[in-house]
């Protein structure tokens, strides 16, 4: 079952935010250890997105998913 759906938000960047957020979650709700990135482009979207998932795992307590600080 789902969540009930969020209320809109009129900045971009929080959407993007929240829905960065909602993904890392979902991969570990559904136990997701290993991730495939193909043709990745190297823009601010797709590192806040690396570095949210690296966060997430590394808050999991996941083995080798340590993020400096």
């Avoid at 495939?36 to 795992?57: I, N």
């Amino acid at each position: 079952m789902l969540p009930p759906t969020p209320e809109p938000l009129a900045d971009a960047g929080a959407v993007r935010h929240r829905l960065i957020n909602a993904f890392a979650e979902l991969l570990g709700l559904l136990g997701i250890e290993i991730l495939v990135l193909e043709d990745v482009h190297w823009d601010e979207v797709t590192l806040e997105l690396l570095l949210a998932l690296a966060f997430a795992a590394a808050s999991a307590g996941q083995p080798g998913a340590d993020v400096p600080p």
